[in-house]
Every structure is written in structure tokens, then in C-alpha cells.
């Protein structure tokens, strides 16, 4: 059961890393940043990712953010 659980969110959390990095507006990519922020840093603490494995995420989406 937990790692259904586990599976769920860290594919959820892909899909919406995903989505981000395919948008070309810059408004809505920025309305979704923390939304995604928020889903890494909350599986990083619950150990369903690496925690620098989320920061690295993180940076990675915050630099194509900031050069859309």
C-alpha cells in the first residue's frame, strides 16, 4: 500500500515537472512554480525523493523560468 502510495505521488509530481518545463508563457510557468516547488519539497521530506534530488530539480526549473 505505501508504495503505491509513494508511486502516485512521485509520478504526480513528474507530470506536473513535466508540464512545466513545456510551457512557453512565462505567466503561467510562473503561477506554477511554487505549486511544483511545494510537491518536491513535501516528497523530499517524506522521503519519496532525495532531498537533493528535489533541489535539483528546483534550480533547474527556477533557470528555465527566468530565461522564458
Known amino acids: 500500500m505505501r508504495s503505491e502510495h509513494n508511486k502516485y505521488f512521485a509520478r504526480t509530481a513528474r507530470n ?7 510551457s512557453k508563457e512565462k505567466e503561467e510557468a510562473g503561477e506554477l512554480l511554487p505549486k511544483v516547488s511545494s510537491m518536491l519539497d513535501k516528497l523530499a521530506k517524506k522521503n519519496i525523493i532525495h532531498r537533493n534530488k528535489a533541489a ?11 530565461n522564458l
Open 56 to 66: 535539483n530539480l528546483k534550480s533547474s526549473l527556477a533557470k528555465h523560468v527566468n
Open 16 to 22: 506536473a515537472v513535466k508540464k512545466l518545463r513545456s
